[in-house]
């Protein structure tokens, strides 16, 4: 069973983020309460904790939006659309996203939310960021708990507040930088941070939550590893650690995490014909390849995923050839995987099938007629917006997959976490003679990542990171390459854009950021916000 937030900490939760950094009245905020003696046992701390895990589920809803679209996975298959918003998505995936964007407010806007609620539950622990040392660091306490409890709870509110802002600079760049608490006043004075300062912060974050989370070994029966399934551990902690060393290109420092999590963690890929599928079923939650996820839950109790309803079909017949779901309510028929991406897949590939289902108007229909549906996060639900399935964050594919990234090369025990991956899938084994260069080995390993996390939002950001971790994977000649296959489809706007004015898209300065929601902007007026570029 999951763990449902109760009625009295929903409550407690949205006093403590009614103020948000961008909103700003020249009133005094009855509703912006003292932190100082708020929390008083122990009990209260975990309730707080949970409240933080609940809000994360929030910019899920947004996240694909921002990244996923962007890349050359899926694209906004609306063409006849006059809806604002629906345009907004296709502009954003073009790299033409306005600084007005309502989704791209969203969410930056939910975000920083959870972020208020996680430096809340902080300051009750009296932690605090050491902006020179760049080390989390604990203050007299007295509240009455074991100094490892309180740090477990330090640690777990660590990595989430490092999750956050692992996203909030790879989308935005230099964003702000908050450790505490702020109120709208003070809020009007912090200015962006510079994003090696972002990273600073991130890495102290993940750092305090690799010391500090539960290192229990998953596959433990006993009930109280069952309690904690769900929550951040030591082994997350190391894999998104990691993760954050190779996007700052420092190998190096992300091959002994990655090596640890490989040895020590007790996770595994599962394995067989249903192996892949098994790892997003909702009858196997948290299973042993699942090292953090955001949990939903069904029931129409407010916990579930509105991401099956956003990306099914809104066309009973499509829903019927393809056998897609149809969940309750509005359906947007968002998110399309691009032919490209189907046709990227090794034909015998059981990802490919599970991932994509393809709408055929009649069993000769060419290709060219031809319609693709997310399908891995498409579940049946009787309520709204009710998805019971949980959103994966890392799972432990990737800490193999990353491993092959961080070496570079080919080796006996690089090919053996690439055939892991790769053969669970159907596909005959890779050799040595198949990833003999080092172009073939990245492309391998390129491919494979983008096949094993299609539709997880993992593609755009590494694509960007590519560019640091296997440079023969160039970002810009990637999506150059999608605008020329996609052209067609593009030209059916108004505008009709030529290959050649998509491809100038990857040399515009908003192909490398979003930009600050226009609403900071104008809001703070007493420190102006600089905006990125382009925008």
Request: glycine share 4%.
């Amino acid at each position: 069973m999951k763990n449902i937030l109760n009625t009295k900490l929903l409550l407690l939760f949205s006093i403590l983020i009614m103020t948000s950094c961008s909103d700003y009245i020249e009133l005094e905020n009855q509703n912006q309460i003292p932190l100082e003696g708020f929390y008083n046992s122990e009990s209260e701390l975990n309730y707080a904790l949970s409240g933080c895990y609940s809000s994360l589920r929030a910019p899920v809803a947004f996240e694909w939006m921002l990244s996923e679209i962007r890349s050359d996975n899926t694209f906004m298959n609306l063409t006849a659309t006059t809806n604002p918003q629906n345009l907004q998505i296709y502009s954003n995936d073009i790299f033409e996203a306005p600084a007005f964007d309502n989704f791209i407010e969203s969410y930056w806007g939910t975000t920083y939310q959870s972020i208020r609620s996680i430096n809340a539950l902080l300051e009750g622990l009296n932690t605090s960021y050491n902006r020179n040392s760049g080390t989390i660091e604990y203050g007299d306490f007295k509240i009455t708990m074991t100094e490892a409890e309180r740090k477990r709870i330090a640690g777990e509110a660590s990595f989430m507040r490092a999750y956050h802002y692992f996203n909030l600079v790879r989308l935005y760049g230099g964003v702000f930088l908050l450790d505490k608490v702020v109120t709208s006043e003070e809020a009007l004075k912090i200015p962006r941070s510079e994003v090696n300062d972002i990273y600073k912060f991130i890495l102290a974050d993940l750092k305090n939550a690799s010391e500090n989370c539960i290192s229990a070994k998953y596959g433990n029966t006993t009930d109280a590893q069952k309690a904690v399934q769900g929550k951040a551990t030591v082994w997350a902690a190391r894999a998104l650690l990691a993760k954050v060393y190779l996007t700052l290109g420092q190998k190096s420092d992300a091959i002994p995490l990655l090596t640890d999590v490989i040895n020590n963690s007790g996770h595994s890929i599962l394995t067989g014909t249903t192996g892949y599928s098994s790892v997003f079923s909702s009858t196997n939650e948290m299973n042993a390849e699942m090292i953090f996820a955001i949990r939903f839950k069904s029931g129409g109790l407010g916990y579930g995923s509105s991401l099956s309803n956003l990306f099914s079909t809104n066309t009973s017949s499509i829903a019927s050839q393809t056998k897609l779901a149809q969940p309750a309510g509005t359906r947007g028929a968002f998110n399309n995987p691009t032919a490209e991406l189907y046709d990227s897949y090794p034909a015998n590939d059981l990802r490919r099938d599970y991932t994509i289902k393809v709408y055929k108007p009649t069993s000769t229909s060419a290709s060219s007629t031809w319609t693709y549906w997310a399908a891995k996060h498409n579940i049946l639900t009787t309520v709204a917006n009710d998805s019971e399935l949980d959103w994966p964050v890392l799972r432990f594919s990737d800490v193999l997959l990353m491993y092959c990234e961080a070496v570079g090369a080919s080796n006996t025990t690089t090919l053996g976490y690439l055939n892991q991956v790769h053969t669970r899938a159907g596909l005959a084994p890779l050799t040595t003679a198949s990833i003999s260069t080092t172009a073939l080995y990245e492309k391998a390993v390129a491919d494979e990542r983008r096949w094993e996390f299609a539709l997880e939002n993992q593609r755009w950001f590494d694509l960007l990171r590519f560019n640091t971790t296997m440079p023969t994977i160039n970002a810009k000649t990637v999506m150059s390459n999608h605008f020329a296959t996609m052209q067609p489809f593009y030209s059916q706007y108004d505008g009709a854009y030529t290959t050649q004015q998509l491809q100038e898209k990857t040399n515009d300065p908003k192909f490398n950021l979003l930009p600050i929601p226009n609403v900071e902007i104008v809001t703070n007026t007493t420190y102006p916000i600089i905006q990125n570029p382009g925008y």
